[in-house]
């Protein structure tokens, strides 16, 4: 079975004092991911998400990228009672569209591109307060915070990362194997 999806979005983390992503035109995506995004690499140190690992220890980088769907952020924005939540905010690096519950996707799931570049699904990309502080000082409400944690799970989108290089670039049609 098969999902076709739609890139809306490609954006790239690439200011070091901050996770909020900005959009770009397109990207060559490589092993490590998007170069000069502040996830890129082949490797990563363990942080809270890998409590069996000391932290700092270096790891296999599975959070290269993060990807996000338009219709699961509709769904946050409207159970938030915001007009809406843009993928930036989140750290998001891919926007799709065409995959309304893209989070709930079984782990090992791979995303084929029209370039031949693959990517494969590390699972859920949990809600944390970094996202929720960003809509909340965007409006004005500092119980966003909170309410985000609460209202996001299993809607906040995936963790991926570079099976297979290739091109990505919005408008481009994405194959969603599960």
């Known amino acids: 079975m098969a999902i076709i999806a739609k ?3 490609v954006l790239i983390a690439d200011d070091a004092s901050t996770f909020v992503t900005r959009e770009i035109d397109g990207v060559e995506l490589s092993f490590g ?6 996830h890129f690499g082949l490797f990563a140190k363990a942080d809270s998400r890998q409590p069996m690992y000391k932290r700092g220890q270096e790891i296999m980088n599975r959070r290269q990228l993060s990807i996000v769907s338009v219709e699961e952020l ?3 924005a409207q159970r938030l009672g915001v007009e809406t939540i843009k993928p930036e ?5 891919i926007v799709v569209s065409g995959a309304p519950e ?3 996707l079984p782990m090992g799931i791979r995303m084929i591109l029209p370039s ?9 990309n949990e809600p944390c307060a970094g996202p929720g502080k960003q809509i909340a000082n965007y409006y ?26 290739g091109e990505l670039k919005p408008g481009d049609l994405v194959e969603i194997q599960i």
């Open 33 to 38: 991911g998007i170069e000069g995004d502040r």
């Open 89 to 93: 905010w989140l750290g998001a690096n």
């Open 116 to 124: 031949g570049g693959g990517l494969v699904c590390e699972g859920e």
């Open 7 to 9: 890139i809306e979005a």
């Open 140 to 165: 004005g409400d500092r119980s966003l915070t909170q309410q985000f944690i609460k209202h996001a799970g299993q809607s906040r989108g995936i963790v991926a990362y570079v099976e297979r290089p």
């Open 102 to 104: 893209l989070t709930k």
């Open 74 to 76: 509709q769904g946050i």
